[in-house]
């Protein structure tokens, strides 16, 4: 079975510095990882997903993403953060051999940048 | 080309009535998933549904809950004689086929059950 760990509730940083949300998976095989941002009463907006090829993907409002098979992590990266970035952050993970199966979320890291 | 669209995006109903919840996916996409999050939680699986197929229900509650898709017309789902517990945001979620497509988030119901 899939399933995705934010180990980290809060992240807390301030602004200008750079930030990392963690995420690791478990998957079968090689999976098709997603991270998505939540701002208050608010849907889920898409951010960046990495399926094959270059390890570091890259998204919207400066946002990327490492892939790293051996460590089963895809952490999402920003190098200088914004008050703007506060959000709630979710990762999420699919087995490609699942066919359109329903993303596996994590229960989400609420990210806090302090101006 | 607009995106998911949910109505209404607040609802309260007493306790012992019915909830009706609409998603109109996005265009081209074949494929409708529902989720809730409660409070400070994160986002829970309910039903994954094709036009007029279920797929996948494994996460919808047994009893007072239903969805469908229909040929015609938005994705609904019918929560039956809701109770306090049922109090949450619903989303909506569309994909076109394909495994490597991420999913397109509509912007939610909430339900608030009094």
């Known amino acids: 079975a899939q399933s995705v760990a934010q180990p980290e509730d809060q992240v807390n940083v301030a602004e200008g510095n750079p930030l990392t949300v963690k995420c690791t998976y478990s998957v079968s095989g090689n999976p098709y990882l997603f991270w998505y941002v939540q701002y208050p009463n608010r849907g889920l907006q898409f951010l960046l997903k990495?399926?094959?090829?270059?390890?570091l993907v890259k998204g919207s409002y400066g946002f990327e993403a490492e892939f790293n098979k051996s460590q089963t992590s895809f952490h999402l990266k920003k190098p200088s953060a914004l008050v703007s970035d506060s959000a709630l952050y979710f990762c999420?993970?699919?087995?490609?051999?699942?066919?359109?199966?329903?993303?596996?979320f994590g229960k989400g890291t609420r990210l806090s940048v302090i101006a | 080309n607009a995106g998911v669209m949910q109505n209404p995006r607040h609802l309260v109903r007493r306790r012992g009535q019915e909830a009706r919840l609409r998603c109109s996916p996005m265009?081209?996409?074949?494929?409708v998933y529902w989720y809730r999050q409660l409070p400070e939680e994160g986002l829970k699986f309910m039903v994954y549904l094709q036009k007029e197929n279920i797929i996948d229900e494994s996460g919808m509650p047994k009893e007072r809950f239903s969805a469908e898709f229909p040929k015609e017309g938005p994705s609904i789902l019918r929560i039956q004689q809701v109770v306090r517990g049922d109090s949450a945001a619903y989303f909506c979620a569309s994909s076109p086929v394909g495994a490597n497509h991420e999913q397109y988030f509509g912007p939610g119901t909430r339900l608030t059950v009094t």
């Open positions: 990495y399926i094959t090829g270059d390890n």
């Open positions: 999420a993970v699919r087995d490609p051999d699942s066919g359109n199966t329903p993303l596996v």
């Open positions: 265009k081209g996409h074949s494929h």
